[in-house]
């Protein structure tokens, strides 16, 4: 399974705003900047966190977007689901699409295709965006 630019630059803009949480609204501007993610790329990206309610904006001169949740209660699995859809190494084990193969009652691969699944799953889920800012402070500490 790889993940497109949609799931790891949604998530490099969903860290960049955890940073900044508390701050007030950023724009797509500075996100865009010091990520180094086109800002158009990056509007089509927050309009779905938005949409599935991971993000607020704000109108005007001073708007922007802000985490719509505090940073520890927003997995990196949600936001990976949102912008790529479900977790799934082949389709036969995806997390919505389930049974449609023909050959699924009898499919002893599937069985393998499904724990890749739920390992994926596992890390994706255990990890929330308070994690991410806690290891850049450990890596920023170890730096100097």
């Not at 927050?46 to 991971?54: E, S, T």
């Not at 922007?64 to 949740?69: P, Q």
């Not at 689901?81 to 995806?94: F, Q, Y």
């Not at 997390?95 to 295709?113: L, P, S």
């Amino acid at each position: 399974m790889k993940l497109s630019t949609k799931g790891e630059y949604g998530v490099r803009a969903m860290f960049d705003l955890a940073q900044h949480h508390g701050q007030g609204p950023i724009s797509l501007k500075s996100i865009a900047e010091r990520q180094g993610i086109s800002e158009h790329y990056l509007e089509q990206l927050v309009a779905g966190l938005r949409k599935a309610g991971l993000l607020k904006s704000v109108r005007g001169a001073q708007g922007g977007y802000t985490l719509a949740r505090e940073p520890d209660d927003i997995k990196i699995g949600e936001i990976i689901r949102i912008l790529e859809g479900p977790i799934a190494p082949v389709e036969c084990v995806s997390e919505e699409e389930g049974d449609k193969c023909t050959r699924f009652n009898k499919c002893v691969a599937k069985n393998i295709w499904a724990k890749v699944r739920d390992s994926i799953s596992g890390v994706l889920d255990s990890i929330t965006l308070a994690d991410m800012l806690k290891e850049a402070e450990e890596v920023k500490k170890a730096e100097g």
